[in-house]
């Protein structure tokens, strides 16, 4: 009886780490983040400056509701500051054209690589399809030949036994 042997923490992470799903989703993770930062640059730079002209020129990142004043502390008068508490609409709407954005570019890429996976699959199921109907014919042939290799041999047998008859019969009349 042998021990098994029991495999330690890194021996696990190294077979975790070194599977193909787990290195792709790390890479994709990466190419998300900077996918991200791409979309909030184009959203920040580009689309809310189209906002900002169509809506006179307001700033989205300045639309707020403010809930509690900033309040500016003075030592003399023994005010304590205070930070400003607000509800920040601009920088909501921001998120959402950058989630919008960020879900279109991916729909868009599924959907290519759904079509392009599909037409490797009719390519592939297509040649699947012509092999299967070449050894079908090729099955076809080969009892086609069987068929008729077993008929000339009932026809030699037939033979053999109308010859073997006809000896008999020469001998019973002999």
């Excluded at 309040?71 to 921001?94: P, S, T």
């Amino acid at each position: 009886m042998g021990k098994e042997k029991k495999s330690g923490f890194w021996a696990d992470f190294k077979a975790f780490i070194s599977r193909g799903n787990v290195l792709d989703m790390a890479i994709g993770v990466v190419i998300g983040g900077a996918f991200g930062k791409i979309t909030s640059g184009l959203v920040n730079y580009i689309i809310n400056p189209c906002i900002s002209l169509l809506t006179g020129g307001i700033d989205l990142t300045n639309v707020k509701t403010v809930l509690v004043e900033e309040v500016v502390a003075d030592e003399a008068a023994g005010i304590a500051a205070k930070a400003e508490v607000a509800i920040l609409w601009g920088n909501w709407f921001q998120t959402i054209i950058d989630f919008l954005i960020i879900a279109f570019c991916i729909f868009c890429f599924i959907r290519a690589f759904t079509k392009a996976s599909n037409k490797f699959h009719e390519k592939e199921l297509a040649q699947k399809a012509a092999a299967d109907a070449a050894a079908a014919d090729a099955a076809k042939a080969d009892a086609e030949k069987a068929a008729a290799a077993a008929a000339a041999a009932a026809a030699k047998n037939e033979a053999v036994l109308d010859a073997i008859l006809e000896i008999r019969d020469s001998l019973k009349k002999n």
